[in-house]
């Protein structure tokens, strides 16, 4: 075991922090940063010389990938912005071989006024998600150390 280490086994190894000098608040942002929210989901948690963190995941909570199942899947691409807080990128459009009209009528099925939107993203296969504004009602969100 690496003498960076700081996690084993389902426990934190307190003296190997002290050794290399990261605080718990420090250790469990990194683990957040490595959409780590539960630690019973780490089998061994690793920091490495350049200071980043390395964590193997539990077997059972390693994702399943696409390839694990034989699933052939074809990538969606980049996606690209074609509204941006409320402001038409016309270039993104042109370039995914929409145009204003087709943006509108999509926004219009969802009931979104374009100034309702924050932004709003194009894939390649022109599935079009977007976020809207809620200034006046925003989410209570969970209080996070750090």
């Not at 920091?47 to 399943?64: C, D, F, H, Y």
């Not at 071989?97 to 969802?110: A, I, M, P």
């Amino acid at each position: 075991m690496s003498q960076r280490s700081f996690f084993y086994n389902g426990e934190f190894l307190v003296p190997q922090l002290k050794k290399i000098r990261y605080s718990l608040d420090n250790v469990l942002q990194m683990l957040r940063e490595k959409d780590i929210f539960d630690l019973s989901e780490i089998e061994m948690a690793i920091i490495e010389a350049n200071g980043r963190l390395t964590v193997l995941k539990k077997s059972a909570q390693q994702p399943v990938t696409r390839q694990d199942l034989q699933i052939r899947t074809a990538s969606t691409g980049l996606s690209l912005p074609v509204i941006v807080e409320g402001k038409i990128c016309k270039e993104a459009l042109k370039y995914r071989e929409r145009d204003e009209g087709w943006l509108l009528q999509e926004l219009k099925k969802s009931g979104v006024a374009i100034e309702q939107v924050f932004l709003a993203t194009l894939n390649r296969q022109n599935d079009l998600l977007f976020f809207e504004k809620h200034p006046d009602n925003p989410q209570r969100v969970p209080p996070v150390q750090h």
